[in-house]
């Protein structure tokens, strides 16, 4: 059976910095205890003409430039996210159109945090079944249009971005079978409601849930991509809080793993988090081609998934 593999990325984030001194002057805070609660020490912050589907344009476009494919060749878009402002069309739908693509398949999937692991799980699952041949999957948020800029337990988390993978179809898979699943009890840990949100979430519950029940899910995405965790070269959580981030990676035995960081810098951009952290590995070339990467999202819902990849 054809599976699939990952060939490029890209990924794109806005120009204004926002540093936890500057967070500071506008709400009750400070930088060490930002740095010491969630390890964030800035985040990228989009401008108010700057849309969702032109962030998630941006970063499709640099993937599938990376992959050196002709964009006539692309048809699937899968776009995650959790804060597109439109109901229709759908940001998938503005991102074809944008690219220029022909007749593609475009959907938006919404799964929060998780939703990258979710959106290339489908693309893996299309290209299988022989409904697809090349995909641009995105993981894209605009958190900041849905922020409480006063209450200090949310403004210092979030950041704006996006980050894109090409999938092609490929007779040597290099996609793991996708673990996923839900926390029914926990479907309102993490919240945008109604038509002006904010962005709310219990963070002591999300934060318990994920360092309890993270390391056994996340073993068990080894064992289906075949692997053992210190055959690992690297490890790309959803970038929420290091303070999850440093005791999975050492729970879980990927000993010989690159551990993504990028919250430090671009604070959690929830759908957008893998991709952009991802990508920014491979641009610095810091993990090699070919080796084994485990991808794990996990936030709204309580919605979790991850996969093994090879890096290309």
Partial sequence: MTGSRVVALGHYQPERVLTNDELATMV?????????????????????????DEMAWRAADKAIANAGLDVAEIDYVVV?????????????????????????AAIDLNTACSGFAYALATADQAIRAGAATKAVVIGVEKLSDWTDWTDRTTCVLIGDGAGAAVVVADEDPGISPVVWGSVPEMSDAVRIEGREGPFQQEGLSVFRWATTQLPEIAQQVCEKAGLKPDELGGVVLHQAN?????????????????????????????AASIPIALSKLVEKREIPSGAPVLLFGFGGGLSYAGQVIRCP
């Fill in 242 to 270: 290091l303070r999850i981030i440093e005791p999975l990676a050492k729970r879980l035995g990927a000993t010989n793993a690159v551990v993504a960081k990028d919250v430090v810098e671009s604070g959690n951009t929830s």
């Fill in 80 to 104: 995650a996210t959790c804060t597109a402002i439109d109901r229709s069309p759908n940001i998938a739908a503005r991102v074809a159109a944008r690219l220029g693509l022909g007749n593609p």
């Fill in 28 to 52: 009750e805070t400070n930088d060490e205890w930002i740095q010491s609660r969630v390890g964030i020490r800035e985040r990228r912050i989009a401008a108010p003409d700057e849309s969702v």
